[in-house]
């Protein structure tokens, strides 16, 4: 089992930057892939950033490219997502995703959730 903690949520001005941070632990490996999804009331949870183990590969969604950055550290178990530019439409829960082998975009796929972080952005 894996656990995974995400934090530094919060209340933000638009185009304003937060950071969130996603802890695993339990038995935890380098070789998780990791994702980033968001989930604002009354919609599906959607994709926003996924990372592989290594770092090598990072995957985007369309609303987001160019204004969020996934990242990891693998010696602190850590994945981050850095959002910059933040719109109200941003506004959601956000929740850390775990899966071996695959890189997916859609949220079945994952096998690991976190507890999830509000994240709301005033206009």
């Known amino acids: 089992q894996v656990q995974l903690v995400e934090s530094g949520g919060g209340l933000v001005q638009a185009g304003g930057s937060l950071r969130l941070s996603c802890a695993a632990s339990?038995?935890?490996?380098?070789?998780?892939?990791m994702g980033w999804f968001r989930q604002a009331p009354g919609k599906d949870r959607e994709f926003v950033a996924a990372?592989?183990?290594?770092?090598?590969?990072?995957r985007y969604a369309g609303s987001v490219k160019g204004r969020f950055t996934i990242s990891r550290d693998n010696a602190k178990n850590t994945v981050y997502l850095q959002m910059n530019s933040l719109k109200p439409e941003d506004t959601a829960v956000y929740y850390c995703?775990?899966?071996?082998?695959?890189?997916?975009?859609?949220?079945?796929?994952?096998?690991?959730w976190g507890q999830g972080t509000q994240v709301t952005v005033s206009s």
């Open positions: 995703a775990a899966v071996m082998d695959v890189l997916p975009t859609i949220p079945g796929q994952y096998a690991y």
């Open positions: 990372i592989t183990w290594s770092g090598g590969t990072l």
């Open positions: 339990g038995r935890t490996r380098n070789d998780y892939n």
